[in-house]
């Protein structure tokens, strides 16, 4: 999970564990977790798409 560069630093995007893509914002986060980030309208990856390898589709 990427957070923001605000000063809440909210969830920005969502990645698996070895994408390229993901700085140093990211940080570990829980199959559920993303699950339900993504439901609440958190980008996922373009590149890694976990939100496919999560079965969380669109």
Do not use: F, N
């Amino acid at each position: 999970m990427e957070r923001g560069i605000s000063a809440g630093r909210l969830p920005a995007r969502l990645h698996t564990g070895d994408c390229g893509d993901a700085g140093k914002r990211c940080v570990p986060a829980a199959a559920e977790q993303v699950r339900r980030l993504r439901a609440q309208g958190v980008l996922a990856c373009i590149h890694c798409r976990p939100d496919t390898a999560l079965g969380v589709l669109e």
